[in-house]
């Protein structure tokens, strides 16, 4: 039987496997912050109980990673951009057309658009549970696919940054660190763009 929600070239497996580029950053909450730069009015640097006590939102999201493993119906809860525009913490320039999301080691762009978009989450719980340690604790970018939405751009799952504590704002569409090494900038999972020559 066909599956609508499998993308092409995709396998469907019913767990979360861990992946990453490098090791599992030890994150001190007292520490840690979430910097915003770039084309804003005003840079700035919020610490965990301000993004913490930011308005919440769940999302049901297939994810899709490039590796070629796809499980659905995963729950997370976190934020959205809006929400930090809303508490006044983001203000944009309107030249701002690209999100940089920044982690430690890595980094992933996308436009800001989809960045805003239902299908991508600022994440800082799993299945009702913070996030655990090698899964990005404490916020991870988390693009993810809404079953039966098709009005929507879905991407890969490198797209989300897991140990996110940066946001830069651009006018420009910059490569991040899978893109610099052949991947995808676009990474529309429909149209299956894992590599650069795709496009
Ligand atoms: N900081 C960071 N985020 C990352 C990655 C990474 O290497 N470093 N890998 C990406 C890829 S390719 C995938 S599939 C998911 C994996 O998330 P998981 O380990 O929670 O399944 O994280 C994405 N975010
Ligand atoms: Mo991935």
């Given amino acids: 039987m066909s599956d609508k929600r499998l993308p092409p070239g995709q396998k469907r497996i019913d ?3 861990v992946l990453q580029f490098g090791s599992v950053p030890a994150v001190d909450l007292s520490q840690w912050r979430l910097r915003l730069w770039g084309a804003v009015q005003t840079p700035c640097e ?12 769940e999302r049901i999201f297939d994810l899709h990673c490039v590796t070629r493993w796809s499980n659905y119906d995963t729950y997370w809860s976190g934020f959205i951009l809006q929400a930090l525009i809303d508490a006044g913490y983001l203000r944009l320039l309107p030249e701002a057309r690209f999100v940089m999301q920044h982690a430690p080691g890595y980094s992933v762009n996308l436009p800001l658009e989809m ?14 549970k913070p996030l655990t340690a090698e899964h990005g604790f404490p916020l ?5 696919a809404i079953s039966g939405r ?3 751009q879905d991407v890969y799952l490198w797209k989300g940054a897991k140990w996110l504590h940066g946001l830069e704002f651009s006018a420009e569409d ?8 052949g991947y995808s900038m676009q990474a529309d999972i429909w149209k299956e763009q894992r590599y650069a020559e795709k496009e």
């Fill in 15 to 17: 767990k979360l496997p």
């Fill in 46 to 57: 919020l610490d965990w109980e301000t993004v913490n006590g930011l308005p919440k939102t």
């Fill in 115 to 128: 960045v805003m978009s239902e299908n991508f989450l600022f994440a800082t719980h799993y299945d009702g």
């Fill in 140 to 144: 991870r970018g988390l693009p993810g």
């Fill in 150 to 152: 098709d009005d929507l």
């Fill in 174 to 181: 910059r490569p991040g660190y899978w893109e610099r090494r």
